[in-house]
Nanobody, 115 residues
Framework: QVQLVESGGGLVQPGGSLRLSCQAS????????MGWYRQAPGKQRELVAA???????NYADSVKGRFTISRETAKNTVYLQMNSLKPEDTAVYYC?????????WGQGTQVTVSS
């Protein structure tokens, strides 16, 4: 079992920045991959960014060059640095962990980009 605790969401103006954090209850080296997903009202949940146990990363085309996923292993924490935010980035952001061939999800954190 893995518990994921997210933080860092909020309201930000277009062009602004936010950093999301996701702390896992186990060593992130035991997790195959971790990622950030988002779900906007009326839309399906989509992958935003992911980082593998080996450190490889991948991003949705819509966030490439603006978002960066990283990790701090000593704190079992994965971050999503979001820059140049746009109104279309507004969504609930969820942390995901692929652990022992099972998906675990955080509770979600709201990100709202609005002037």
């Amino acid at each position: 079992q893995v518990q994921l605790v997210e933080s860092g969401g909020g309201l930000v103006q277009p062009g602004g920045s936010l950093r999301l954090s996701c702390q896992a209850s186990v060593s992130i080296f035991t997790i195959y991959a971790m990622g950030w997903y988002r779900q906007a009202p009326g839309k399906q949940r989509e992958l935003v960014a992911a980082i593998s146990r080996g450190g490889g990363t991948n991003y949705a085309d819509s966030v490439k060059g603006r978002f960066t996923i990283s990790r701090e292993t000593a704190k079992n924490t994965v971050y999503l640095q979001m820059n140049s935010l746009k109104p279309e980035d507004t969504a609930v952001y969820y942390c995901n962990a692929d652990f022992a061939v099972k998906d675990y999800w955080g509770q979600g954190t709201q990100v709202t980009v609005s002037s």
